[in-house]
């Protein structure tokens, strides 16, 4: 889909919203207005079928995607899209986001939503808006996911990717989760609850206070 913009005529940037949860994909259109205003959101979805579809008839520049959806999953969309656009995963986990940057995705934002680290993405996205799409179809399915092997957690200002084998200790911080390793320590936004079912049980152990 081509949009132009009235006064000056000059192309503008499209993107859809796949996410099943109503209210978190109100709060995105919301906060990309204000993030992004010549942003023009195309089509939104609740299930991954819808996503597709939307995907094919819109030819977005961008895809807000959740990567569980029903129907099909956010990682399904982006695999099977013949229309490439530009991905960026909404997630309350964060296993598949190695696997999404080594693919190409621009982004990969955790639920709920900061709007330091979205508005880091639309950065993320202005800059990719000129550049080919990647072809996402070699991520691997969600199916297939096995114990967490990175940790994609945030040191101050920067997006930190910390090998599973380097972390000495997670510790609970009211709803996020400290990570401690030997030279820094670094903050994800997942409950050590959450976290537990992530980790390879014979790697880690809980340990009450």
Same mark, same amino acid.
């Given at each position: 889909?081509?949009?132009?913009?009235?006064?000056?005529?000059?192309?503008?940037?499209?993107?859809?919203? %796949?996410?099943?949860?109503?209210?978190?994909?109100?709060?995105?259109?919301?906060? /990309?207005? @204000?993030?992004?205003?010549?942003?023009?959101? *195309?089509?939104?979805?609740?299930?991954?079928? !819808?996503?597709?579809?939307?995907? +094919?008839?819109?030819?977005?520049?961008?895809?807000?995607?959740?990567?569980? @959806?029903? #129907?099909? !999953?956010?990682?399904? *969309?982006?695999? $099977?899209?013949? &229309?490439?656009? &530009?991905?960026?995963?909404?997630?309350?986990?964060?296993?598949? %986001? *190695?696997?999404?940057?080594?693919? #190409?995705?621009?982004?990969?934002?955790?639920?709920?939503?900061? @709007?330091?680290? /979205?508005?880091?993405?639309?950065?993320?996205?202005?800059?990719?808006? +000129?550049?080919?799409?990647?072809?996402? !179809? #070699?991520?691997?399915?969600? =199916? =297939?996911?096995?114990?967490?092997?990175?940790?994609?957690?945030? &040191? #101050?200002?920067?997006?930190?990717?910390?090998?599973?084998?380097? *972390? $000495? %200790?997670?510790?609970?911080?009211?709803?996020?989760?400290?990570?401690?390793?030997? =030279?820094?320590?670094?903050?994800?936004?997942?409950?050590?609850?959450?976290?537990? $079912?992530?980790?390879?049980?014979? +790697?880690?152990?809980?340990?009450?206070?």
């Amino acid at each position: 889909m081509k949009v132009l913009h009235r006064e000056t005529m000059k192309e503008v940037a499209t993107a859809i919203i %796949a996410e099943d949860e109503n209210i978190l994909r109100a709060e995105l259109k919301s906060a /990309l207005a @204000m993030l992004w205003p010549e942003l023009q959101i *195309v089509g939104e979805a609740a299930d991954g079928i !819808s996503a597709a579809k939307l995907l +094919q008839e819109c030819k977005p520049d961008f895809a807000f995607l959740d990567v569980r @959806m029903p #129907g099909l !999953s956010g990682v399904e *969309v982006a695999r $099977l899209a013949t &229309h490439k656009a &530009h991905i960026i995963f909404l997630t309350a986990y964060n296993e598949y %986001a *190695v696997d999404a940057f080594d693919q #190409g995705a621009v982004d990969y934002l955790l639920k709920p939503l900061d @709007m330091a680290r /979205l508005a880091l993405a639309v950065q993320r996205m202005k800059d990719k808006r +000129q550049q080919a799409a990647a072809d996402l !179809s #070699g991520m691997r399915s969600e =199916k =297939k996911a096995g114990p967490l092997r990175w940790i994609q957690a945030s &040191h #101050g200002n920067q997006l930190r990717f910390i090998d599973i084998n380097e *972390v $000495l %200790a997670f510790r609970a911080d009211a709803k996020y989760t400290k990570v401690e390793t030997a =030279k820094f320590a670094a903050h994800i936004r997942t409950t050590i609850k959450d976290l537990m $079912l992530q980790l390879e049980p014979e +790697q880690f152990w809980q340990i009450s206070r």
